[in-house]
């Protein structure tokens, strides 16, 4: 096992614990810490293991499994990315309303 593959690992059982904790102070639903629990356990089954990617990574004609989880990321990122732009606008949306409104009222 790589320094790689134990830093991985180490990080994915802290992000774990992150959640965890998160869950104790009831801010996640139960949907959602399956979901993190879930992706983090797949993060370090792929970390310990990268051969499992090779197949894939030969079918999508990449040359190293390194790089189909960089695109991978790449993907991600860019989708969270948006998403957060999306939600940081209809946030401003709606203080914006709110604010507005309350002007009216004090007058």
Same mark, same amino acid.
């Given at each position: 096992m +790589?320094?790689?593959?134990? @830093?991985?690992?180490? %990080?994915?059982? %802290?992000?774990?614990?992150? *959640?965890?904790?998160? &869950?104790?102070?009831? &801010? $996640? +639903?139960? %949907?959602?810490? @399956? ?9 370090? *089954?792929?970390?310990?293991?990268? !051969?499992?990617?090779? @197949?894939?990574? @030969?079918?999508? !004609? %990449?040359? &190293? *499994?390194?790089?189909? $989880? ?11 990315? *948006? ?7 209809? !946030?401003?949306?709606? $203080? ?11 007058k």
């Open positions: +790589s320094i790689f593959q134990i @830093g991985a690992t180490l %990080f994915a059982l %802290f992000m774990m614990y992150v *959640v965890s904790i998160h &869950r104790r102070k009831s &801010r $996640l +639903s139960l %949907f959602e810490v @399956g979901f993190w629990y879930s992706m983090w356990f797949v993060f370090i *089954v792929i970390s310990i293991f990268p !051969n499992l990617l090779l @197949g894939i990574s @030969g079918a999508l !004609n %990449f040359q &190293r *499994v390194f790089d189909l $989880l960089l695109v991978l990321a790449l993907m991600v990122l860019t989708v969270l990315v *948006v998403l957060s732009y999306f939600t940081q606008k209809e !946030n401003k949306r709606k $203080l914006e309303e709110f604010v507005r409104k309350q002007a009216i009222n004090e």
